[in-house]
């Protein structure tokens, strides 16, 4: 592998910049509650947490630009709307919460500090690393990601080898649908255009590749860190499950204590307590850069803008970042169900060729997946039995992915449609 290096030290940076929060508290529990039919509860996450959030990547490769260019083929005034309000989503949701989880794992049980002055602390460190971008890549993917890796495989291994009572049935009714809604919940799709950026960025500053070198780099470490994290969801799952008959709870944070103590005693909970401070700590170090980049492009590569986004996104993690955890989750869900299907359907139409993916593809596309996506948005809002009548016609709307099928049906009637023209066009 040409340039493995640099591929391996990107990927490992790529999976650290990814698993966050979400990524570590949201499988065991979906495990858990999965039960016996943890597997295609496995397999619905897998789609919306390293699917699509790795296509990112890929689409990131062909593109080598910023967020803007994945919604330029349906106009300058989306790409830059758009653009914003993922920025804008980033730095008030998924930041925020990595600093209230470690608050919450890492300093509360063992100090006596208040979350204003962790959330200072934590957010003065992220503001270093970000300023000092050039060197990201390399500390995160050398030294951090290496011993969040080491310690997941410990607690997984050591766990699905202990002797437990029996598992029990799953408490969900569709276990495939609810496994990619709760996939929305780790924001990877989001990560994925956002980090995707931040890894071209950071190898155009070394300044000795290609664009074709560039692009078979974060192709492969996208790939690489894509197999890493279905290897940890899986097992986080599958521990979840595998120990769901005998601890009762409808906590997470409970339930990821409750995994730790069981494989490494005492000691596991100091060094989930380690672990989840450093997956929180990558994560928001390459959202904020990634913001931080974005603005900078848009003022005309000015250091200053990148340094004035990059302040204001730290000084609101450390005032959001004082609301529990649990209350951070709950109110992004209205917000994810509007952003999500964009983002999947801008994701996917940027991973194809041209010949499919054609501008008036793009905004056909993009305007129905967000049409039939408001009655899963307003379900968190309204009461139900105004939505019912809607609901009911859509399909999958009642599992919150109605904008899926009419979506992909004017995908292909509209591709249909051009096959049809350039015929035509040759006769």
């Not at 460190?125 to 990201?136: D, E, M, P, T």
């Not at 197999?227 to 521990?239: D, R």
């Not at 995994?259 to 700590?281: D, E, K, M, P, R």
Request: glycine share 8%; with cysteine; charged share 10%.
């Amino acid at each position: 592998m040409k340039h493995s290096k640099q591929t391996f030290i990107t990927a490992f940076a790529l999976f650290s910049m990814f698993f966050g929060v979400g990524n570590l508290l949201l499988p065991p529990f979906l495990g858990y509650n999965a039960g016996s039919e943890w597997v295609w509860v496995t397999i619905g996450f897998t789609i919306s947490a390293v699917f699509i959030p790795i296509l990112a990547i890929y689409s990131h490769a062909k593109l080598q630009g910023t967020l803007l260019d994945f919604g330029l083929k349906v106009s300058n005034w989306f790409a830059i709307s758009y653009s914003l309000v993922v920025y804008i989503i980033a730095a008030t949701l998924p930041i925020p919460r990595t600093a209230a989880f470690t608050y919450e794992m890492a300093v509360q049980p063992y100090f006596d500090l208040s979350s204003l002055w962790s959330s200072a602390i934590y957010f003065v460190l992220v503001l270093l690393f970000v300023l000092n971008r050039q060197i990201v890549l390399d500390l995160i993917g050398k030294f951090l990601t290496p011993f969040i890796l080491l310690l997941l495989f410990v607690i997984i291994l050591l766990g699905l080898f202990e002797e437990v009572s029996p598992i029990r049935e799953s408490i969900f009714g569709n276990t495939f649908t609810e496994g990619i809604m709760e996939g929305y919940q780790t924001f990877d799709a989001l990560g994925g255009i956002v980090s995707g950026g931040v890894v071209v960025i950071s190898l155009s500053l070394l300044g000795k590749y290609s664009f074709k070198e560039k692009k078979s780099i974060i192709l492969q470490s996208g790939i690489l860190s894509g197999i890493g994290l279905l290897i940890i969801y899986g097992g986080l799952i599958a521990l979840g499950s595998h120990f769901n008959g005998s601890f009762d709870t409808d906590n997470r944070t409970q339930l990821l204590q409750f995994l730790s103590s069981q494989t490494l005693g005492n000691l596991g909970t100091v060094l989930l307590s380690v672990l989840v401070a450093l997956a929180c700590f990558t994560t928001a170090v390459g959202v904020i850069a990634g913001t931080a980049d974005f603005i900078k492009g848009l003022a005309n590569d000015s250091k200053s803008a990148f340094t004035i986004t990059a302040i204001i996104g730290c000084v609101l993690g450390v005032f959001i970042g004082q609301f529990e955890v649990h209350y951070i989750i709950d109110i992004a869900l209205p917000v994810l169900m509007f952003i999500y299907p964009i983002t999947i359907v801008l994701i996917i139409l940027n991973a194809l060729t041209e010949k499919w993916a054609t501008k008036r593809v793009f905004r056909a596309v993009v305007l129905t997946a967000f049409i039939f996506s408001i009655p899963d948005f307003l379900s968190f809002l309204v009461a139900e039995e105004y939505l019912i009548p809607i609901r009911e016609l859509i399909p999958l709307s009642k599992n919150n992915m109605g904008w899926a099928l009419p979506a992909f049906a004017i995908f292909i009637l509209l591709n249909g449609v051009n096959r049809i023209q350039s015929i035509n066009k040759l006769n």
